[in-house]
């Protein structure tokens, strides 16, 4: 089970946390996608399991982190500099695969969703 959660609404340049909880975000590879309305859903980020690799969309290269607290059994997106363009319903999910290159931005490689979580930037 996978729970996503930490949205709401910001100003441009502004940051927020989402955090993936459950017992599977410590024992799979996590990836965060997002999905605006009228649009594909998408390929954010991804932390594969220990030892940890990360991913990043180009769209947010030096703006977002993701990272993994296995004793809390949470993975993290920090989100700095937002921008409009970043509003979407953000979605995590757990792959039993160590997904490389850009495989990673493949939803079908993804067994498990958790719902999603609302983030809206907007002055």
């Known amino acids: 089970q996978l729970q996503a959660y930490g949205g709401g609404q910001v100003q441009p340049g502004g940051s927020l946390r989402l955090s993936c909880a459950g017992s599977?975000?410590?024992?799979?590879?996590i990836g965060w996608f997002r999905q605006a309305p009228g649009k594909e859903r998408e390929g954010v980020s991804y932390?594969?399991?220990?030892?940890?690799?990360?991913y990043y969309a180009d769209s947010v290269k030096g703006r977002f982190t993701i990272s993994r607290d296995v004793a809390k059994n949470t993975v993290y997106l920090q989100m700095d500099s937002l921008k409009p363009e970043d509003t979407a319903v953000y979605y995590c999910a757990a792959s039993r695969y160590w997904l490389d290159g850009d495989v990673w931005q493949t939803t079908g490689e993804y067994h498990h969703w958790g719902q999603g979580t609302l983030v809206t930037v907007s002055s």
């Open positions: 932390i594969s399991r220990t030892p940890p690799s990360t």
């Open positions: 599977g975000a410590t024992s799979n590879a």
